[in-house]
């Protein structure tokens, strides 16, 4: 297959998971996640679900400036946001 055909197909799939990924973290919106916390990369802890995997699934954003939380630990947060394939969340109250 050359290589023009090979791009012009993950486009294509790219963009159909994009749409699928987006409705389906769109039901997210309110729920309360338990999510470990990976990361703190710039203003943002970044964690991601105990359904999701390292690098591949939804990674969940909390705003360092606003929250503080431990890198490492278990966080349960409430989803406020939702891109393609990101999450925004808050500590749950």
């Known amino acids: 297959v050359p290589e023009e055909e090979k791009q012009r197909r993950s486009s294509e799939i790219m963009e159909l998971q994009s749409q699928i990924s987006w409705e389906l973290n769109q039901e997210k919106l309110g729920e309360t996640l338990r999510c470990i916390i990976d990361r703190k990369e710039g203003n943002f802890f970044v964690g991601r679900s105990e359904m999701d995997s390292p ?3 939804n990674e969940v954003w909390v705003d360092a400036r606003e ?3 431990k890198v490492g ?3 349960n947060l409430t989803i406020t946001a939702a891109q393609d394939f ?3 969340a808050v ?3």
Do not use: G
Request: charged share 35%; proline share 7%; aromatic share 14%.
């Open 55 to 57: 690098d591949v699934d």
């Open 67 to 69: 929250h503080y939380l």
């Open 73 to 75: 630990d278990f966080a």
């Open 86 to 88: 990101d999450l925004e």
């Open 91 to 93: 500590p749950a109250q």
